[in-house]
């Protein structure tokens, strides 16, 4: 018997590699632009999914999470680890990788590295939030940690929403010095800045995006002034937040999933009580989003597997007519299904 | 800049040909040993695991699961699908892939094809639940359900108790035929029954393992008698049990982790509290587990995610030098970790 898998045990991998050159085939705006809209479309269909708060596994220096979802026809999950600590040792703080499946069958159609697609998806999410709750007028972004996340938050924020002046600050300002090179050349007018108060001078849009494993206090209250709308980011698992309580006490607050943000955002701050506007809801309109001129929305983003499911879907429709990717033998298909001894006797 | 991956980007892939290969190099009853050594071994340091029910994503034919468990040093998950229908499709009615991780940064170490290697670890956990409760003296057992678990359960028993007399039966004959020329030339034998009644005749040890989605009743109670020992495995899933009730009330019942065997296991017919004895209690001797020649012990088997832990991290063992594996690029790996976006950039 030939050991060459069938069809059907296939299961199509894309590496890293593929995916920066899947990007680069689409184009890194194009594909943020798209990631923004099969999210809006998911989130606009919010009650079909099947939705859970994510699984973690907690170590003193790091977490381990599972991030499942289905809508009924395809069944997605993200694994996705959070390891502050690794940056110090040349590793990433966040790697992941993820799968679809068919839900009919149970069988997996896509398994894809999701360090990257994560980057990509998470400045899309920021983006639609960004979209739906800052000034119709907005034009300029401070975007405070430039550290792995800040490009794709500033270029997915670009595509989506035309903004295209940013003020950058970092406490390390190597960190600032990296982005401003990266972003150069991409259409963006860029200003670094030494303190915070300087970067959110005049903006519209702040986004945050820090990385510690701490409760920080990146943003103080009397820096926010009236009118602006935050992504607070970073903040995106139990005790770590970016921003001072009272800021976060006068915003209106907007959310992906309130069971999980409520344990893992910067509202684990307030009473478990404290009112949060569904962003789901402000995409189907049935909640407003921002109602004034002066009003503070903060869009308190932890990540969720909706925003994961959107993207790997993406993917899978997308590498259909590319060559990157490869088949994996990763499902064990005899001939007759009852007959998984067989085949392995067979194939000595 | 070289498209090419760091090592540390580097993950372990064991196809499903390469897992074939593997278990042939180690030979396949050494491996079931071995694995039901790992799983001894696992069981007895019970405590030390972060437990969870497996999170399950059901619809109406089938269910997708994630498993996932940690020693505190390796992380380990599977994914398994259950869907009955597949058969008569030409699929598998399990498939199943795992990933085995490092604690300590949160990279994956493994990616595994888990379809055979969960045949494998089911048959390995049914024999050390035999080698702990089944009369010292047992020497025939009775194979009911011959489907595609069948020869993993004969094989990780003789290996593990040295049963080598069988008898099969399965409502569909075709079943028992191939289950016989599967197990043909491996020491044991067997005598193919028509009836169950007819199979368990006799026997000391009765494993039922069967796999439609609903309530059966493969065994009635007046088939069972005085002192054997049952290996329920099929019943995995709410709603699907394969024991009439008289009997699991009438045995001493045997689990892995009770809130996951109280939803999915043949107790799901019982009471909240009805009792059970966890087994890896009575491999630390702290409970007891056979007490007496009459007594009737089942173990009540629906598959736990530490088995899938000893399993993965037996194969990572393994396929040290051994070519029976191929290198995954799934880790973004730039080389100052916040550099992520410049590391796409630069591979244009």
Chains 1, 2 share one sequence.
Not at 42 to 54: E, G, I, N, V
Not at 138 to 152: D, L, P, R
Not at 156 to 166: D, F, L, N, S
Request: with cysteine.
């Amino acid at each position: 018997m030939s050991l060459k898998a069938s069809k059907l045990a296939m299961v199509p991998f894309v590496s890293v590699d593929n995916m920066m050159r899947l990007v680069h085939h689409v184009g890194i705006e194009t594909f943020l632009a798209d990631l923004a809209r099969e999210i809006e479309a998911d989130f606009a269909r919010w009650d079909l999914f099947d939705k859970t708060p994510r699984l973690g596994s907690h170590s003193d220096v790091g977490v381990i999470e599972l991030m499942p979802t289905s809508d009924g026809e395809l069944y997605g999950f993200k694994y996705v680890n959070g390891h502050p600590k690794n940056m110090k040792e040349g590793l990433q703080t966040v790697t992941a990788f993820g799968v679809l499946s068919d839900v009919d069958s149970g069988y997996p159609v896509l398994f894809s590295e999701m360090t990257i697609l994560t980057a990509l998806r998470t400045g899309a999410m920021s983006a639609v939030a960004t979209k739906h709750l800052a000034a119709p007028d907005a034009k300029t972004m401070a975007m405070i940690g430039n550290g792995a996340q800040s490009e794709f938050q500033c270029l997915a924020i670009k595509a989506v929403c035309g903004i295209e002046t940013i003020r950058l600050y970092d406490i390390d300002n190597a960190a600032t010095e990296k982005c401003m090179k990266n972003l150069a050349g991409l259409g963006f007018q860029i200003t670094p800045c030494s303190t915070p108060e300087e970067a959110i001078e005049g903006a519209d849009v702040i986004t945050v995006a820090t990385a510690d494993k701490d409760m920080q206090t990146i943003l103080t209250d009397n820096m926010v002034g009236a009118g602006v709308h935050i992504n607070a980011i970073g903040g995106d698992c139990p005790g770590k937040t970016e921003l001072h309580r009272d800021i976060v006490a006068r915003s209106s607050i907007f959310v992906e999933y309130p069971p999980q943000t409520r344990v893992e955002g910067e509202i684990q701050q307030m009473a478990d009580d404290h009112p949060v506007t569904e962003l789901w809801q402000v995409i189907t309109s049935a909640q407003a989003g921002r109602q004034s001129a002066g009003e503070v929305t903060l869009f308190d983003g932890v990540g969720f597997a909706i925003e994961d499911f959107s993207a790997l879907r993406y993917v899978h429709q997308k590498i259909k007519e590319t060559p990157f990717y490869i088949d994996l033998d990763l499902i064990a298909d005899p001939d007759d299904p009852r007959d998984l001894f067989g085949m392995i006797k067979r194939a000595r």
